[in-house]
């Protein structure tokens, strides 16, 4: 943390792996892994039953309930 | 915790409930439900329901990434404008179907590029930089969240190989799981769009590919009302619905329930009068057919049905006209025939015979056939063999194939329209009209007379035959002309009958004998579209744009098929989306899922019509109609 945080500050503007900053190529695959990763956490998220921003929390009224009423062993039979 | 994915969880049903029962599918879904399910998957982890609008960035955002996309802020931009209000569902699935998901080998070959050893890993501090300072820039919490990801890191290194094969992982969990909560959610859907979900038909060991609409599409040659019809392939991403309104159906097979036809008592007693006609298909895909006047002495109880015309049954040669639906609007004569008011239409079925049954009072009445065109259209089959149709003997006489005399015999069945056996003038006309584009005079008829077999001055089978003859000995036996004949009749090559629909039409009056009589041949418009706004009006659910209650889709529905007319009662014209994408063993006439229509001011116009393409399963029609402009 520390270190990474001395790397920032001390070289801004230091290119990054002999990359130029304006590299079109380079800034298209940093934005393709950027998409990557935070597609990623958010689906991640989904598997431990988090529903959607405007979906019920846990416990919300509704289908949520059967939804969310195995979190702990699992849905009995299937 | 996190609940542990079943493998078979993405199609089966949730046992443990009651209330629900398991599925069995005898077929694998298509590639479209599959892409269907999955929309609405991801849909329903942020709303609701896909009747509910996205109307944030965010929401957009979140839903596409549970759709395992990775959109970036510049392809959210792209589809969410400085002015977008909001999107629908139908929204949602268009930029699913532009937005592809990353695959394994696109996201490795990003990756590669950091790697500077070309080791399968890269520094956490030339990640961090690479991130942060680059694109569309992360902040330090977010690389740390990936950088703290146990799996995939270790000694200040983050291995990407490991990476994308969690990647991978994570996304087909993250399916399965949205797809489980659809499942959970499928009792709410079932009372939301009737059975949807749980009613999937079940299809046919060869089903006919469903083709879905593509970015570019090649003009359609088959167009159904041109007049204010506007045809796009597949919307712009840039153009923006104003608002939406969806209609559902859910009709189970061969349903007969409601509308049975039911033959009156003692029928036998009452004065009877038949005609026959057909519906002609078009060229450009219009339909036309013969229309008539009906007069009717004094009030009486009234039974007219129609139904296709049975012909003889050449065996093995098939007959598709007769699955082709057929409907009669009645309207009344009001001073002139310039003024006509829709009276009924055969509104009850019975098996392929439809009907109408009530009382008429004494008038002129025009019977106006309509068929809705989903089962009497073009198709691009190649006829490989094509039939003979004359031949000569020995001696170098010419004659007629048997085959053709059996396909003329069935045309002058058609064409003899009372059913006397006999073609008078006015019948042999409506056969030159068609055929040739002209009318036969008194003086070309006085010669046929003398040169062929008639009685009564009507022509006989036999002289139609002779008379056929004789144009192909003008041609010193070329069949070139007799094949302008035949295909203007419907038959293809292989003489078979299928772009056409003869048709037959029975009056029964209790008191007083109906006269009817074939007055023109004209397209399926006009006073017939005007009836048919009228009918579904009448009978028809209406259903209100949202914000704009000028605009009001009116949708008739029975067993059958399903109509939908849309009103504009604004004073300027409207152009409406229309989207069938989400129907289910639908064909509808204009032949294509997507389309735009433009309604002109203070009037209506008929949407399309929509039919079962297999009539022994169930049918889902589930149609989006969106305000363009």
Redesign the interface.
Known sequence: MD??TE??CSKPD?D??DIP?DDP????????????????????K????E?????PGPGGP??AG??RG???G????? | ????P?S??TF?S????PSESPRTKKFPLTEEEIFYMNCRAAYL????SSLENIISK??LY??L??A?????Q??INKYWTPQTAKLNFDDFCIILRKEKP?SKA??LK??K??D?NDDGCIL???L???????????T?E?VN??INLADVNADGKFDYIKFCK??MT??E??LK??LE?LE??S??MRHQFGNHIEGSPERDPSPVPKPSPKITRKTDPETFLNKGDTRSSLLSATRKFKTSVSFTVTMGANGNRNSKLMEPNLIKDWQHMQSKGCFFLEEDGEIISHQYRMQIAQRSMVYLTIKPLNLSQVEGKPSPWLSVDTALYILKENESQANLQLVCFTELRNREVFGWTGELGPGIYWLIPSTTGCRLRKKIKPVTDEAQLVYRDETGELFLTKEFKSTLSDIFEVIDLDGNGLLSLEEYNFFELRTSGEKCDEDAWAVCRENFDTKRNELTRQGFMDLNLMEANDREGDPCDLWVTLHSMGYNKALELTEACPFVIDIYAEKCKPKIKAVHMEACSGQLEKAICKSVLSNGDAKVMDGYENIIVHTYSCDTWITSVIENKSDEKVIIHISNELSKNCINNRGLNIFAVEVGPKSTMVCQHVMPLNERQEWIYYCIYSLIS
Not at chain 2, 128 to 138: A, W
């Open positions: 270190c990474c790397n920032a230091d990054i792996l900053l190529g380079a800034n298209a695959a940093a934005a393709k892994i950027q998409a990557s990763f935070r597609g990623h956490m958010a689906r991640k989904i598997k431990s039953g529903r959607g921003r405007k979906g509704g289908g059967v939804a195995g979190a702990g699992g849905p009995s039979g299937d | 915790m996190a609940i542990s079943r078979d969880a089966s949730q046992k443990s409930t982890t942020v709303f609701k965010d929401q979140l839903a990434q549970h395992g996309r990775n959109p970036s510049k392809t990353t696109e996201l990003s990756f590029q950091l500077v956490h501090t030339d961090y930089k690479f991130l942060t300072k680059r694109g569309e820039k992360m330090r977010e969240a990936i969690l990647y994570t996304n969990q993250c799981t949205t909560k959970v959610d009792k709410l």
